[in-house]
């Protein structure tokens, strides 16, 4: 169960608004690898966790954490359209600079949400939840999370670049903090896993099912040999089972697939006469 | 430029037909984390790449590797839809073993793909190409790339839980390899960065930009402190900058929200006579 | 089954073109409250009612003059495309008014309609079916019927207050007139079926089956109470079985769940020695 | 900011697991009119609000709450899931019971969600944000709200209906009463502010700036005259402006659309030569 | 403008439920070549149709018979959904064929329409439309409705052989008659423009802008030649401007791509020190 | 099994970067008819091949060269977005020429893709496989690839119109060399397969089942007869069974649909007690 309470966990105050920014900001709120994947994703692999308590007890802390930073980043683009020049949009044009801002802004901002902010990215794309994984196996979870984290900030320190509004910066310089101290915190996570189990997963299938030269080979599916310089290439597998082969020139060992007539139920056979496989009455 | 012979890179035959696992197998086909979601990663990350040649080279030589996996799933599903009882509807429905079977299939597959392979997962549910990430940043992407290994190879060993049929056991045994490679490569490629740049995505940004306790503290929003028994919650920060703080009660450090009134315009206000901020002609 | 003829519900002429408001009109076309999606939305449920054929009859009078709803709306738009200036990019980008009018613009207006309307909203989403609904309930259908009505003509009314070109207000007036009669008419509906039934939706569920008592309370999940000063709060509840109640400091009644731990074949538990949990031949 | 605690709002224990069911009741999480709709749908209207502080305070209560509803859900469904019988499907599928609820289950939950519950509806469509609406107008949404919470409880009760586990039924008639609670507090809501501006969402366009005997019209598109029995059809209207007219055979008032031809850079006028519009160099 | 006649355009009745078999049929209702696709294909190439108006007549024409289309088949899946065992499910899982068919059916026509058709194909993906294309080019969209009427029709076929009811097969014969005149329809009208321009889209691209030499050459990028057989590798080319010619080993004409490294704003080189390239204030 | 060369199959090289027209580009690379969608459209038809080795054999080097295509397109955008300003928003947006460049970027370019190219179209839509289609017949397949072929070179003229730039404009000339190459062998491939069948799919319907006259009938479903004008509505059929016929007015041949009341466990039916029909336990 939840509560909620009326500050906002930073300030989120822009210093004038900027309704081309409000676009640009949605992306981390509503896109791929914003702020309402990670709110859902830490949600539903708290709720779906069958491991010890802590680690239950962990995602949730962060999980709800995160709706407030959606709370945060909704706050700061509905500011940002405060004075959306919406309803002077022939006269504005006039103006080129005003103009081009009409042009840069998200219409469905003064049209369908009210000078608020929208759960989409900036091209208007809808958040889905195909965005987040939830799939009971710790260490892919971290995995998953880490790869959000670094995703998410990568982004967020980029529109960081793309305005000096000090309200703005304000409140990234936070958010920067917390996807900062996120990544260590799924590092740390990882490596304890990791000490227990190794660095695959799952570390609980079977070797000797697997065909094990496979698993250290790297293939070189092109002419020219540049990626052999790579770490990836030579010496030892991070899962201590040996050392990486580079196959300068992969071969096949499969068949060439030769797929069966389709049935006739299936009408896909040029030059036969009219039928039914199934006449019925 | 690309490429094709004809032999699969391994065998891809099952015993017998099987429908319903077919409909199963799409999953690591089409799905959010199947082979068409790291083909079309590893050749947009390679595409796009501005680093070194060897890593443009080593993504896009996994990347043609997937394409050959998409081409074994693909032959292999098929087969497994041979003799789709699609035109005795009726009369199976009578056998409750049948029914079953026609019960559990995708009806897709007797419909629109002519029992062939569908670019969708286990549901019907087609790929799109928000599953993948190209950012640039090459931590970032091996973050993502590791991550879908892990999720990957997880959902095929459950799979091969779910069948005995020995041919689809001898294909996934490869899979399976080759999954436990690319999760050892990424992890050496992720190493190699993270030497020269520590493992914060992007390195670049300057922490006094940022609020650097928050860099450092794990926030209990919950009541209950399990959470402060992982390593998340205390000892060295993975990135050096010092150790991790427990904050048990963490406390708001931003403003209520008020934001002022929707413009006229946007026809919010309730208790207003008719008007038009734009009256136009 | 249905029929054509050629003339317009009411005229759809504007007096010159404009691509840009052509992109943001488009928004009352295709988007999650546009006319496709009334016209959608009011045909299913007839097709599907199964009441009184006064419903059935009525539902498809409104869909089918919605279908006409788009017609109108998709001749309007590609009048305003007349004359985009999509042949002269480089030129037209050194006159700054003609640049961002071709930066707001939809860029598929000018490749993929060939200057038509496209079944889209305003940032070029697709419409799609999970707009509407059909429950087969009247007193539900109607409620999303009146929803529908009430968003799409906020929508259109601030599309009027961003132009004053006449021709296009001559359009939307007739089209806010539809709208308000469309609204009248789903409040008139409600009213019949609510005076039968009363307001909750389905009133056919026993209520000794429910936890009586949270049929009334307004749960405070928040620090501070402004909450209470609404009439959602206390007074008579509209379904006339007593008195709102506000609970301000909500207590859960439910367990701490804890759930059990994956089962083998999932492949989730770290530490764990490798296995098999079908092992098979 | 929110916090957490880890009781539930109310008990959710099923009395066996169901995994079949397990699919069924994700369409109340993650389905179009499910938990998670409704969660983001108060919550973005809550942040977004710009009415008085009663009205923000009152939506990020219900937020809140629901956040809680889908916690709740996701516990039953991971229950519902202990035990499904994923490992042994060949030999399962030789019992036709068995072998149907294999049939009927998600795949997912087997081999994406490691028996956890998915942020999908019943046929494993992802949720996605074009399910909710805030629009700034607190009529208008106000509407959209109780259509979800009318819609949700007419699934949940089918749902009810459609099982005699106890322990399912037991939190379900915890949810139906917040659903009937619910619906009583937007209609509380509504009549607040009907009581102000009348009911048409928005109040503030001017009158004279329609077509106005349109305003009252039933206009009926088909042969026969069913549609005139309903109260839609005769009588004052809702809005206090006159009485519903019905036009038995409406005629069109617009003129037949000609649009020009497209321009040459469009390339699609046939019989013409090889040209460019824009020849460049 | 459109009118609505209560008769259907063909009968539409089966003899006796099937509940499964109407989730399969939704596949021609709502799939990607169902009969919403085709409706709302032709009539937005009406709408926007800018050629003679024969052409904008015979596209309104056949797109407004399939609206009624789209009603029979709704008609047809509401009737199969009679009778569907949804209130028994856990006594029904008891019999064996009617769990099997429990888990075959589409559990929203139990939950969400109320045992009403979906606007969604057979696995209750929904209809969108990105399904359907207007691209103001006569010749161009012919071929895609030539396209959707060849799918469509092959789906309706592999759905008769799988029905044996009298009722439904009377409706599929009709819909297949209609189908099998659609594409005699289309057939006619691409004839009547290829004789015009040619049966290259667009005619009016000047060649001399080509590599020309590339408009002939089927280029075989696999190792053998089986490709080599086929009327596309040899003999005179369709459009009239030579012959085929069959590259056996296709050589690149292009760079090795080197991109450029990333801007400092992007924050994607490793190894450097952190910085701001917009430091601001 | 595919293999990768370094080198593009043609030169892709801009003159200058343009933002702009790198979000444009993506429309054929990434929208409904670009790139990503022929190649995976020919790419499963060749893995579901079930016909001839030829076929296949044609379909996988086709599709395989289309993996080149998406390579070249993506080195194209890259290189547009070489020095997008998006560090200096503000100050640019002083310029009003840089200002509408920023506006008509997408923004996603400097957020998310480190300035490469993504897997959409011009308007951030993610591509998916419901753009594809492989159903096992290969004339529906085929007509299929003819009108991809047919839009996609469209889009790209279109294109071409819309630049000077020496080095898009070398690419493009030959990208729209092999989409009419590609229409030819599509054209050339139809051809083949007509002279066995006839023209319409599938041909192996027996004409007895069908209700013949309505395979010959145009259907003018519109006051008014200029569709009685084009060669679809006079004249032999192209499938060589009769001559078209004209229905100047048509009749419904159907029922008027009356669906029973909906079962009680639906709970749909106004004016009743509160009840269950399955009161369970």
Redesign the interface.
Known sequence: ?????????????PEKPDP??A??LQ??L????GE?SVM?QY??QG?????E??????L??????E??H???L??MI??LL???P?????EA??D??I??????M???H???????????????????????????????DF??N??AE??G???V??????????GI?DML??M???D??H???????I???EQ??G?????????E?????????????????????????S?P???GTGN?EYVAK?Q???????????????????????????P??
């Open positions: 169960m939840f509560y909620h309470i009326k500050e906002l966990q930073f300030r989120a105050k081309v920014y676009r640009k992306e981390v509503g896109g791929q690898y309402m859902m949600l539903f709720f779906n966790c069958r491991a308590q802590k680690y239950r007890d962990m949730l802390d962060i999980g709800t954490e709706i407030g959606v709370e945060m909704s706050t509905a500011q405060d004075g959306a919406a309803d002077q949009a022939e044009a006039k080129p600079i103009a081009a801002a009409l042009g840069g998200n219409p469905q003064a049209i369908v949400t009210g000078l608020g902010a929208a759960p989409t990215d900036s091209n208007g794309y809808p958040w889905n939840s195909k965005y987040i994984v939830s799939s009971g196996n710790l260490l892919a995995r998953a880490l790869n670094s995703q900030l990568l982004q320190v980029r529109l960081y670049e793309q305005t000096t509004d000090p910066r310089s936070f920067i903090a917390r900062i101290m990544q260590n915190q799924w590092l740390a996570a490596e304890e896993i227990l189990d660095p695959i997963v799952p570390a609980s299938f079977p070797r099912r697997t065909v094990e030269e496979a698993t250290r080979q790297f293939m070189n599916f092109s002419e020219g040999e540049e990626s052999r310089q790579g770490r990836w290439a010496g597998l991070p899962d990486f992969p096949p060992e499969g068949q060439i697939p030769i797929l069966g007539p389709a049935p006739d139920h299936q009408h896909n056979a040029p030059g036969v006469k009219p039928y039914l496989s199934n019925g009455k």
